[in-house]
């Protein structure tokens, strides 16, 4: 079975077409379907979750191989059997244990595959990637000097150039095995309703890698389109706008609040844990705010308000380093005088 991929650019959508594995429990067998699964939202969602998965972690791979290409790769693996099923119109059955045998063997093969690609794309986005990887890949190609030099050269070129959006030779050299149909009918076989898009063309594989790389070349092609990761969780996203880029819209580690919602927040904590004068200054804070919520005195209300109004100008004073740390500290010991 091909991948197939369209991009409708008016709507902003990706169409991906896929195959993933089944589990019959009554008769204790994974199987792949004759029919395709598509995934149908913004361009560039697929890439994301590529991206987000952890491939040196066996789990992280081995769920992302079941989802989306197991029987690519198996077949890939075994052409025989893949001949045999084809002249016989019989799609993939595997018993439990020749599955998840056959699965851990896939990822063991074809994880370093995975990662090559996922390393290339981040240095390809100017995000931080495993550089030891490649040091490690180069020399078991035992590249000479003059092919290290050349390639040291074509990235001190794509880094120093900022007008260059990425390596495009470094991106295509993943799309050999990549077509381009004109006759999108095709697509009807997959149950995807094609007068509802602008479709003029699609992308057609057997290589889950050249889809990818098609995937980030289209999303790439829009100036406005870019990658972070959150500073936060580390999860990549695409930012919504310029102002919010440091951090994504997930739920973080269900305290019901999205990185974006409580990033400042922990960003604000972590500096107080980091910088010993502003802890001093929360500390003082919280304990006038307690003698408030246990006394309400007239003087303790008094007290809190002064500092909370004189201390957020000491304290954007200290952070604007127009006074010294032991200066904000005297302000915050006096204060209790």
């Keep these: 079975m091909s991948f197939k991929l369209a991009f409708d650019k008016n709507l902003g959508l990706e169409l991906f077409v896929f195959k993933h594995m089944y589990y019959d429990k009554s008769k204790k067998i994974f199987f792949s379907s ?6 149908i939202d913004a361009i560039g969602s697929f890439l994301l979750i ?146 509802k898009y602008n479709i003029p063309y699609y992308f057609e594989s057997e290589d889950i890698l050249a889809i990818i790389a098609i995937m980030f070349k289209e999303f790439m092609s829009d100036n406005h389109n870019t990658i972070r990761q959150c500073q936060n969780c580390g999860y990549y996203f695409v930012p919504s706008n310029l102002k919010e880029t440091k951090y994504c819209n997930v739920e973080y580690e269900n305290t019901g609040k999205t990185c974006r919602q409580i990033g400042k927040e922990l960003a604000y904590k972590k500096s107080l844990k980091e910088d010993k004068f502003l802890d001093k200054y929360r500390k003082r804070y919280m304990s006038l705010a307690s003698s408030v919520s246990h006394y309400g005195t007239d003087t303790a209300i008094e007290r809190f308000e002064k500092y909370k109004k004189d201390g957020a100008i000491m304290k954007q004073k200290y952070l604007n380093k127009e006074i010294t740390p032991k200066e904000f500290e005297k302000w915050i010991l006096d204060s209790k005088k």
């Design 34 to 39: 004759y029919n395709t699964e598509h995934m």
């Design 50 to 195: 590529f991206l987000n998965t952890d491939f040196k972690d066996d789990e992280d791979c081995r769920s992302f191989v079941f989802w989306f290409c197991f029987e690519n790769l198996y077949y890939r693996k075994y052409p025989k059997i893949k001949k045999a099923n084809q002249d016989s119109s019989t799609h993939l059955k595997l018993s439990f244990s020749e599955f998840n045998k056959e699965l851990d063997k896939i990822v063991k093969e074809y994880k370093e595959e995975f990662l090559y690609l996922k390393y290339t794309l981040l240095k390809n986005l100017r995000l931080p990637y495993d550089t030891n990887f490649f040091r490690r890949y180069d020399d078991e190609l035992e590249l000479t000097q003059e092919d290290i030099q050349n390639i040291i050269q074509e990235e001190k070129k794509y880094y120093e150039d900022k007008s260059m959006k990425y390596n495009e030779t470094e991106i295509n050299g993943f799309m050999e095995k990549l077509n381009i149909q004109f006759e999108t009918f095709g697509l009807l076989f997959e149950n995807i309703d094609i007068s």
